[in-house]
DNA sequence: AGGTTATATCGGAAAATATCGAAATATGAA
DNA sequence: TTCATATTTCGATATTTTCCGATATAACCT
């Protein structure tokens, strides 16, 4: 198989796949660090974390140390695919996408060491509640 | 998780795999009968069927029976989600796919049956000798 | 009807992916 | 240094996907 194919269909598996897919979208207004977007998803960090592997593998987004925290946005709209610009495109009309981003407005609101501090300390029951 | 994310996911996924996404690439210019596809990719006309059926669920294609035959085409521009004509317009730039297309045209050089007879007895065998 | 042919579905084993808590790593603060 | 914290990686399991030969189905032809 040639490698421009494999590329292809590389981008394509990392996004189809629902968390990743909300993170890429998630991120698209601006960046966030790690433990706000597992915050503002409910889902465990390393599931973010993982996730965001994937999209950094695809070329979809980058990441910026600054202390402790990662943010992560994504690519700038130059350097952006068609592929990406399209699936952003699509994503951004979606009503669930656009409840996330609105969710991550209210987790922006808060200090990110609170926000932090809470992710760790969260168990699986704590998600399944705070989803109802 | 919403319906709408959860049918982009599943046509995201629909695309991403090797042989689903050389075949919706390969009937852009034209629909073509299961056999004519088996036999271009090299591939057993089970796999292809099976692509096929994902990639009708995903709403990539259509079928139209003739006789025996059944003829596999695009959906028609007009109802193609900007999704797919990125797709179709990203693929039908890879050097691969345009070797996929090339092969379909000498396929189509030979009646039908006997393409389709051709592809009833193709073992692994031969499909491997064919690919050297 | 019986035979042939094109396609679809099945079976089921191998490979890949998902998931998430636990452990490891890295950075900063005291 | 030692402690605390943010993130990554690991481990282990569960689930899904892939692949293709074999079989079933459907349509045509005598």
């Known amino acids: 198989m040639s490698d421009d194919l494999r590329t292809l269909v590389e981008q394509l598996k990392a ?17 966030l660090c790690v433990c706000q977007i597992a915050e503002t998803l409910q889902v465990p ?13 695809a070329g ?16 700038p709209r130059k350097q952006a695919s068609p592929l990406l610009k ?20 209210e987790v922006k609101a808060v200090a990110i ?3 932090c501090s809470k992710v760790q300390k969260s168990s699986p029951v704590d998600r399944a509640v705070s989803r109802v």
Do not use: M, N, T
């Not at 897919?21 to 601006?30: D, F, I, S």
């Not at 960090?45 to 593998?57: G, K, P």
């Not at 979809?60 to 690519?75: A, C, D, P, Q, T």
């Not at 399209?86 to 407005?105: F, K, N, Q, T, Y």
């Open 86 to 105: 399209g699936l952003l495109a699509h994503a951004g009309s979606l009503p669930e996408v656009l409840a996330d981003r609105a969710r991550a407005l």
């Open 113 to 115: 060491p609170i926000v």
């Open 60 to 75: 979809f987004v980058l990441e910026r140390k600054e202390g402790r925290w990662v943010f992560v946005s994504v690519v």
């Open 15 to 31: 996004v189809s796949h629902p968390l990743r897919l909300r993170v890429l979208a998630l991120l698209e207004p601006g960046e």
């Open 45 to 57: 960090q390393s599931s973010v974390s993982e996730a965001l592997r994937e999209l950094r593998r």
